[in-house]
């Protein structure tokens, strides 16, 4: 079955502190790249950080980096001096290198608090 | 400027009726892509296209139907027999060529069936 499961579905952390997001797939295909999306208030999505799977070195985007765990089929999201911008719903997935399909988690609602 | 448009923001539609959600992208992208989100499920694949006049049934393509004439445009009809449309619709594009194109997404659509 391919899924994607983001177990906490509401997180909060004080601003300037670090939070780690939790995230597992499960795919048959051999040939994917994961993500992680962010949803603002605003409701548009907009793409934090992704990695291709057969990269063994973690992806890093300024404050945002993950933990990619293939054998474990993880990749968490960590994010350092939360701000108050980065308030907004995260979601973790996995897309398809053949077809370009998306396959997405439920979503983590991320609240950082002053 | 370059982007995804959507419209309209909000659709309002008795039970019954067709209705089609237009999405619009200046962004040269070949592939474009349908996403239904419902509270709690994360997004959804309704359709996908990678070339003009070819699309692909995603995963949840029952009820909803799409065309694409021009590569700017891919618009979604949801039809009478979608049993539960009140949702929230995004559509994305990409580049194709590439295994690991990232998807832009328009602003979306909130339909509500009266």
């Known amino acids: 079955a391919q899924t994607v499961t983001q177990s906490q579905p509401e997180m909060s952390v004080q601003e300037a502190e670090t939070v780690t997001l939790s995230c597992t797939y499960d795919?048959?295909?051999?040939?994917?790249?994961l993500f992680w999306y962010k949803q603002p208030p605003s409701r548009q999505m907009i793409l934090v950080i992704r990695q291709e799977a057969y990269k063994q070195q973690n992806a890093t985007e300024n404050r945002f980096s993950v933990n990619f765990q293939k054998a474990a089929k993880s990749f968490s999201l960590k994010i350092s001096d939360s701000q108050l911008g980065d308030t907004a719903m995260y979601f973790c997935g996995y897309g398809s290198g053949n077809t370009g399909k998306l396959i997405f988690g439920q979503g983590t609602t991320l609240q950082v608090k002053p | 400027d370059g982007g995804i448009t959507q419209s309209p923001k909000y659709l309002f539609r008795k039970e019954g009726q067709n209705v089609t959600l237009s999405c619009e992208q200046n962004l040269n992208h070949d592939a474009m892509y349908w996403y239904r989100q419902d509270p709690g499920q994360g997004l959804r694949l309704i359709y996908y296209?990678?070339?003009?006049?070819?699309?692909q049934k995603g995963d949840i393509a029952e009820g909803y139907s799409v065309s694409r004439e021009k590569k700017e445009s891919f618009p979604l009809t949801v039809t009478s027999a979608q049993k539960n449309p009140t949702a929230f619709y995004l559509c994305?594009?990409?580049?194709?060529?590439?295994?690991?194109?990232?998807?832009?997404f328009g602003p979306g659509t909130r339909l509500t069936v009266l």
């Open positions: 994305a594009s990409s580049m194709v060529g590439s295994s690991y194109n990232e998807q832009f």
């Open positions: 296209s990678q070339i003009v006049n070819d699309f």
């Open positions: 795919t048959s295909e051999s040939n994917y790249y």
